[in-house]
């Protein structure tokens, strides 16, 4: 990486790009990293901005081209709900939009990508507790397709054109800065919202409902280290597995009744349910953890505190 790292990140206006962008910020300095969105952004007035649809892959060269750009972060994507409402545009986006920036890289226009997977990568047939890094995978959504399928040629390039990709199978992301969009972990975000501007929430999940979750500090930590690692200590080119903490809605619920104890959840079940029936309860990410040294720094607990410290400010406009 070094001084010459000029970052482009795709979708930087979404859940994780605000925070990633922040984080690249701090190393490179933002004129050095370009955010880039389909839309305008209004956080990060401090990146240089390019509007990109990641479908044009004529624009997305010229703006490689003009910054001399080293590093792609590509999270443009429709996440598992989205994608359930509108598959062909979503396949669309989530393969072509991966492809574009994939033979830009087998070109040599630019020295490393990272692009995330999900646990949506997984099926209803799948090991659902410590869910293996290698295991049966099977997934019957739209999104889960998409991933599976773009880490499976995340690997081929690696393979058999060098390409250095990178990859993360993210779970659940929570964080007070930005909103999460379209996806079926996005309860874990909202709750704590409503929880302190209404004291009630309604909850599309069942209560019983076990998922893995991640503070996103960690995930976006996790993206930094793992493309800060040397080349030949990832041994996996597909997507690594990666944990933090599971709960479920009750669990959750239960923790932010500590700090707000007249806080009520109920259920309103809806068809978000059946793509989190089919994902894991629980991780094993052990390859993380051995080749590049991941460790989380957030429980629930701590989540749990730092959330609604912090979504408290942001409310009273501190
Ligand atoms: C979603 O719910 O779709 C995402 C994910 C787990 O990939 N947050």
């Not at 979404?14 to 955010?35: D, F, H, P, R, W």
């Not at 997984?122 to 773009?150: C, E, H, R």
């Not at 720094?297 to 959330?307: C, E, I, R």
Request: glycine share 6%; hydrophobic share 40%; aromatic share 10%.
């Amino acid at each position: 990486m070094g001084t010459s790292t000029k970052v482009l990140v795709i979708g930087a206006g979404g859940q994780i790009g605000i925070e990633l962008c922040e984080a690249l910020n701090k190393l490179y300095g933002s004129e050095n990293v370009i955010a880039s969105d389909i839309k305008p952004i209004d956080a990060l007035s401090n990146n240089p901005f390019e509007q990109l649809d990641v479908l044009n892959s004529v624009k997305l060269n010229e703006i490689i081209q003009k910054y001399r750009i080293t590093d792609v972060y590509l999270l443009a994507a429709l996440l598992s709900a989205t994608a359930e409402k509108n598959p062909s545009y979503a396949w669309k986006l989530n393969m072509e939009g991966l492809f574009n920036v994939l033979e830009l890289a087998k070109e040599k226009h630019i020295q490393k990508v990272f692009w995330p997977s999900s646990i949506a990568v997984f099926g209803p047939t799948t090991p659902k507790v410590n869910t293996p890094q290698y295991t049966v995978m099977d997934p019957n959504t739209v999104y889960g397709i998409s991933k599976l399928a773009g880490e499976r040629w995340c690997e081929w390039y690696a393979q058999k054109h060098q390409v250095d990709v990178r990859s993360i199978r993210y779970p659940g992301l929570i964080g007070w800065k930005s909103q999460p969009g379209g996806g079926t972990t996005d309860y874990a975000v909202h709750i704590f919202y409503d929880a302190l501007q209404k004291g009630h929430y309604t909850c599309f999940l069942r209560e019983d409902t076990m998922l893995p979750m991640m503070h996103i500090e960690d995930a976006v930590r996790a993206t930094i280290e793992l493309m800060h690692t040397p080349s030949e200590k990832i041994t996996i080119r597909s997507s690594y597995n990666l944990a933090a903490m599971s709960f479920t809605p009750q669990q959750l619920a239960e923790k932010i009744q500590n700090y707000l104890p007249n806080f009520k959840i109920d259920y309103q079940i809806d068809f978000r349910q059946n793509i989190a029936d089919s994902w894991p309860q629980s991780i094993d990410d052990s390859y993380a953890r051995r080749d590049w040294g991941w460790k989380e720094f957030y429980d629930l607990d701590k989540l749990v505190q730092n959330m609604l410290e912090n979504i408290r400010k942001k409310l009273n406009g501190k």
